[in-house]
């Protein structure tokens, strides 16, 4: 009897597209086993839609190889949300090509071929794939003295399998697009053309995840940050370098002051360092021996070696030892946006979300050992504050243990997680445990943030530090006289200003909120014979605070709604005759909804609402 049969009088013929028998999964034309255990496998687990991806694969090959005989096989798995199989071709396959290939795998679904399965003696099999060197190649690698070849609608592949029973049992799919592909990831060879294909079990999940590529598309922070006028990257600049255009400054000069201002109230000391040092400096904090290969090269001045900074400790750390400090003096906190320099290869780069200069929202804590606890949890406190009043509420929370190599005691790391734990337990927070990830200098917490598409990002970062202390001498004067070592936290809440930019750019699909909106309102007047009042608007909206722009231009006044749609612009104040009589505004909001005329004074304490809120 085969799995089949046995799923047949098992009802569940219809729901099963392979099943799991004592942990091996396999087809359901196998024998059905002599009493050992069947899990039905259908396309809804985990398995099955990966089962279901890899055998859209091998019909999406079958097609390939009836339209284009000439072109050679290679290898088509499954990926995260479908599949894609490599193909080496004279020529790269077309939008149109893809398109006639979807058409052919329609065909074979309909036709429901099934797939079959042969196991043969490899010296057997390569003489099933002539005219295909990949296979052969492949074949000659795989050690077992017999390999498993699948075949549906006549195109037969090496592959272990399983597979749906037939074609008619893959779900729903669509070929995306292609790509270049070296033959085993190695640009020593041949360039293959790749075709990505999305699969799922329903046309419903297709849509959904299509839906949302859409959508990932329409917030692109590198779209918006054009439409929008927000930055630009420049070749003449650099790849990697950002430049912050009017809009784009005004945001982040809101999100600074917000920074500098919640700081300042949280008991931080603000400051500046340079943003070159010595080398040396990056001899003694181990960067020369960890981190050279994300520093850019040194700069002689004088005869000496200098350094663009990689990152802000050890300027942090120089002014800490810059006096002496009493156990009463701790915890002494030290801030900086600091600006640093990191090599990243060009082909890495993306947009703000990955760059060579930016600007870390750090920060340095000198702690006695007593003061890890009640530290860590207002610094979780202020950490998940910071994150919420932009607009941040669900997070993945990682907590990262001791690694194998590490430095300090261990009663210190034991004391540090712990303390992290704790801060952790009590703010209620679910986390997961990343055991051994820590950094060898201490443990920590990392925070990714989801976005408005439940996308994460790793934003956040608080990392406790037993190893600087000690390269650097960062000491204090305990009660009874004798120099201690101090504890350092290494923490970034937004991490960087242009990741966490371009992060809330495409959360927020560009609507900003009112408070970090670079222009809150626009002033628009109907005709011309308003243009007094509503320049006279602009003037006093302007002194109170409010970042307005008025448009003058002699255009319908539906376009100018449009245009201030368009520009995401929160409140568009509409000014007719009506409202210059009255002495009145009319204000319409981003999304269309109309608020009722009011007095200046009324609306701008609507606005004030939605600004002054923040100061909780
Ligand atoms: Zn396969
Ligand atoms: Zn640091």
Redesign the pocket.
Known sequence: MTLLELAKKEGKAKVAIAARVGGALKDLSAPAPDGAAVAWVTPTDPDGIEIVR??T??VMAAAVKNLFPEARITI?PAIENGFYYDFDVETPFTPEDLARIEEKMAEIVRADHPFTREDLPKADALKRFPGEPYKIELIGDIPDPVVSL?QVDGFL?L???P?VPSSGKIGAYKLMHTAGAYWRGDSKNRMLTRIYGCAFASKKELDAHLRLLEEIKKRDHRKLGRELDLFSINDDIGPGLILWHPKGATVRRIMEDFWRTEHARAGYDLVFSPHIARLELWRVSGHLDFYRQSMFSAIEVEGQDYQLKPMNCPFHIQIYKSKIRSYRDLPVRYAELGTVYRYEPSGTLHGLLRVRGFTQDDAHLFLRPDQLDEEIFSLLDFTLFVLRRFGFEKYDVYLSTRPEKYAGSLENWAKAEAALKSALERKGLPYAVDPGEGVFYGPKIDIKIKDMLGRSWQCSTIQVDFNNPERFDAAFVGPDGSGQRAIMIHRALMGSLERFFGVLVEHYAGAFPTWLAPVQVDVLPVTDKQADYGRDTVAALRKAGVRVEGDFRNEKLGFKIRESQLRKVPYALVIGEREVTQKQVTPRRRGGEQLPSMPLDEFVGILRGETDNQST
Do not use: E, L, P, W
Request: with cysteine; aromatic share 10%; glycine share 18%.
């Open positions: 890899h055998s694969a091998h088509g699948y592949d592959c272990r399998g597979h």
